[in-house]
């Protein structure tokens, strides 16, 4: 579910989100829904993660923190 976590420190940490035990599955399913992925095994989500960093750090930052304030 997460395999991509500990890449995402950074990034995380951008759009000011502390990863819980907690709170894990409800960020896996925020990402999940930015890049368009609710099914698939964890490195296809990690894939179209990093593609869409590379692209656009800034806008994928702003869509997590945007996506995770309106959960």
Do not use: Q
């Amino acid at each position: 579910m997460t395999c991509y976590f500990r890449h995402l420190k950074e990034v995380l940490s951008k759009a000011r989100i502390e990863v819980t035990k907690e709170n894990r599955r409800e960020i896996d399913v925020v990402i999940r829904n930015i890049v368009g992925l609710k099914f698939g095994n964890c490195p296809d989500v990690w894939r179209e993660v990093k593609k869409r960093i590379i692209e656009d750090e800034a806008d994928f930052v702003s869509k997590l923190k945007d996506m995770w304030s309106k959960r």
